[in-house]
């Protein structure tokens, strides 16, 4: 078992810049991959990025690219989404997911359905 805790969320204003970390415990992600998704109040959850095992593989939704950078920190159990730009539409509840059979290569250009999933953090922008 794997639990993941997302944090960093908060109030911004639109144009500013926010970090989302996401922590794991329970087992080493080094073998994981992992993503980001959100949820907007009345939508549905979206894939916005995803990440390979050793993060030297990136692929990202059309809505946050150019934008939104995802990384990770194997030495640190850590996921990172660096977000830029940000608009009132980014408004939504943040999660990071991993798992460890999925990759990059094998979704094809599927949106991934990770195993294990975060409680979420809250991103508002405001306008």
């Known amino acids: 078992q794997v639990t993941l805790v997302e944090s960093g969320g908060g109030l911004v204003q639109a144009g500013d810049s926010l970090t989302l970390s996401c922590a794991a415990s329970?087992?080493?992600?080094?073998?994981?991959?992992m993503a980001w998704f959100r949820q907007a109040s009345g939508k549905e959850r979206e894939f916005l990025a995803g990440?390979?095992?050793?993060?030297?593989?990136?692929h990202y939704a059309d809505s946050v690219k150019g934008r939104f950078t995802i990384s990770r920190d194997n030495t640190q159990n850590m996921l990172y989404l660096q977000m830029n730009s940000l608009k009132p539409e980014d408004t939504a509840l943040y999660y990071c997911?991993?798992?460890?059979?999925?990759?990059?290569?094998?979704?094809?250009?599927?949106?991934?359905?990770?195993?294990?999933w975060g409680q979420g953090t809250q991103v508002t922008v405001s306008s």
């Open positions: 329970g087992r080493s992600i080094n073998t994981f991959y």
């Open positions: 990440i390979s095992r050793l993060g030297r593989g990136t």
């Open positions: 997911a991993a798992d460890p059979e999925l990759s990059i290569q094998r979704l094809n250009g599927r949106t991934p359905r990770p195993d294990y």
